[in-house]
């Protein structure tokens, strides 16, 4: 079954730290590879997204993610996060039709 | 900007009864998505709507289910009979006739005792 992977489902960092948020998907055709961001009490966002084109996506807020074929990964990365990133991410897949597919999301806490 | 409205933000109903939730997508988005989210779950897609029809519907999406879209603003997802487990966050999204990205609205928390 076509699944998507978020390894991490509890992150803690400080201030400035480097992010690095896994996701795997399980399908080896063509992707649409996204991830959105729910803050506390809000709705879910779209922080960035890849259909085609360079691997390297920029997105809102200072996030890129890479998409790296061979690895059926799409790992969401900030060089320094701030309190205000504190959050839920969630990595979804588009594998047919227009259906999102999620993983579980990640939960990131960020400390001052 | 244009953001997706869901209403009520929470239900409580009790198990046997219909439910009525109510999404107003962005008005010039074309196609409509039901998803669920069941405390400590992923989102779980439900159905999209395209045209005045269903376009796709996972397994969850049983007779229990259906959408409409009464108007030119409402589309709703009627649950007949809830049981115990269709407690969760239910969250609507639209998209453009174009574009992949689809836009979530607040979400309604639907509690069934």
């Known amino acids: 079954a076509q699944s998507v992977s978020q390894h991490n489902h509890h992150v803690i960092l400080s201030e400035a730290a480097s992010l690095e948020l896994g996701c795997n998907y399980s399908y080896g055709g063509t992707v649409n590879l996204f991830w959105y961001v729910q803050y506390p009490g809000q709705h879910l966002q779209l922080l960035l997204k890849y259909f085609s084109g360079d691997p390297l996506v920029k997105g809102i807020k200072g996030f890129e993610a890479e998409f790296i074929k061979s690895k059926f990964s799409f790992n969401l990365r900030k060089p320094s996060v701030q309190w205000s990133d504190t959050a839920e991410y969630f990595c979804a897949v588009i594998y047919s039709g227009y259906a999102l597919n999620f993983g579980k999301g990640t939960s990131l806490l960020v400390t001052p | 900007e244009p953001e997706v409205t869901q209403t009520p933000s929470h239900q409580v109903t009790q198990m046997g009864q219909e439910v009525i939730l109510r999404c107003v997508p962005i008005s010039n988005h074309l196609y409509f998505y039901w998803y669920r989210q069941i405390l400590g779950q992923k989102v779980e897609f439900l159905v999209s709507?395209?045209?005045?029809?269903?376009?796709?519907k996972s397994e969850i999406f049983d007779d229990q289910f259906s959408v409409e879209r009464p108007d030119g603003s409402n589309f709703t997802l009627k649950i007949r009979s809830t049981k115990l487990e269709d407690s969760a966050m239910y969250f609507c999204?639209?998209?453009?006739?174009?574009?992949?990205?689809?836009?979530f609205g607040p979400g309604t928390r639907l509690t069934v005792t």
């Open positions: 999204a639209s998209r453009t006739g174009t574009g992949y990205e689809q836009y």
């Open positions: 709507f395209y045209n005045n029809e269903i376009s796709e």
